[in-house]
């Protein structure tokens, strides 16, 4: 029997398209099933396009998930990010999408994502003050948080993809392009703020440095990663070949080509903010969405 209160949130990202099946309840978000693919949709950007073979990726798993997602409920969201936010052919998914399933793809601006990412957390993590990071493929988000009310926010043409595809493996001129780039965010006062990172790349590092083989959200989601353990990580990716990576994430392989990248962003965040240490936090956007005021969770429906 399909529950109308249960629903369905699709995260189409720059490389990972996130899924999330939940109860929308007074009481919070009660998970019933979420899911990860990897679509590299930043690697098939050329020219502002996404070229046919990103379009067949994409469309495979958002048909997936959808199908999957309509055994259940029909309240299905469907949003895009940064990668979508750039690409001039992205009528050629959300055209698809409303012929085939009758569903519209929402692009989210940067200032909605960071505004999302930080309600998703703001129950999470009782603090006065947080400072969220969200490290993706094409940007990364900065949310800054007193009690429960986003109070500033800023999001960066900081991405993995980006990085990737401009400077190939040349990690002297990433390193550099990331501190040019985060000069533009003025880091705020850092005093009695907790800091946050969400996102793959942290939440993968967490795993990483907690010797998982298998992810496992309840022992990552509210860890603690410090720069060192970021930096010496970082280090032994430096020192790894491609297939070394690939076994180093044994709970999600296919990262293993952008993950030293990631890490290297992190490593720089965290300096930059001034900050040793972070908590982990793997509630992103779709649990944000999920928690806003029935007035604007019904305007994505």
């Known amino acids: 029997m399909k529950n109308h209160e249960l629903f369905a949130v699709i995260d ?17 978000i009660i998970i019933k099933k979420r899911l990860s693919s990897v679509s590299r949709m930043g690697h098939y950007i050329s020219g502002g396009r996404l070229k046919s073979s990103g379009l067949k990726a994409i469309k495979s ?6 199908t999957y997602a309509r055994l259940f409920t029909d309240a299905i969201i469907v949003v895009g990010t940064s990668g979508s936010r750039q690409i001039t052919n992205i009528a050629d ?3 698809w999408m409303e012929k085939n399933f009758g569903l ?24 006065e003050n947080i400072l969220l990071f969200d490290i993706g493929g094409g940007s990364t988000e900065f949310t800054m948080m007193q009690g429960n009310t986003v109070i500033g926010w800023a999001s960066l043409p900081l991405g993995i993809h980006r990085l990737d595809k401009e400077f190939g493996r040349n990690a002297i001129a990433k390193q550099d392009a990331i501190n040019d780039i985060l000069q533009d965010f003025s880091a705020p006062s850092l005093t009695d703020t907790t800091v946050i990172g969400v996102g793959g790349t942290i939440t993968s590092l967490a795993a990483i440095h907690l010797g998982l083989k298998q ?3 309840a022992v990552v989601h509210k860890s603690t990663l410090t720069l060192g353990q970021c930096q010496k990580i970082l280090n032994r990716f ?7 990576r690939r076994d180093a ?12 990248t ?28 999920l928690a806003l005021p029935d007035d604007e969770f019904t305007a994505f429906l």
Not at 238 to 244: E, K, T
Not at 252 to 258: G, K, L, N, S
Not at 274 to 286: A, F, I, P, T
């Open 12 to 28: 189409v990202g720059t490389n990972n398209v996130l899924f999330l099946m939940a109860y929308r309840t007074t009481d919070g």
């Open 61 to 66: 798993i958002l048909r997936d998930y959808i």
């Open 93 to 95: 998914i959300s055209n």
């Open 104 to 127: 519209r793809y929402q692009i989210i601006s940067g200032e909605q994502e960071a505004r999302y990412n930080g309600i998703a957390n703001a129950a999470e993590f009782p603090a």
């Open 215 to 217: 992810y496992d959200s």
């Open 238 to 244: 430096s020192q790894m070949a491609p297939l070394q």
């Open 249 to 260: 994430l044994p709970f999600e392989p296919a990262r293993a080509d952008i993950i030293a």
């Open 262 to 289: 990631g890490t290297m962003i992190v490593c720089q965040v965290l300096h930059h903010l001034g900050c040793n240490r972070c908590m982990v936090s793997d509630r992103g956007l779709q649990f944000g969405i």
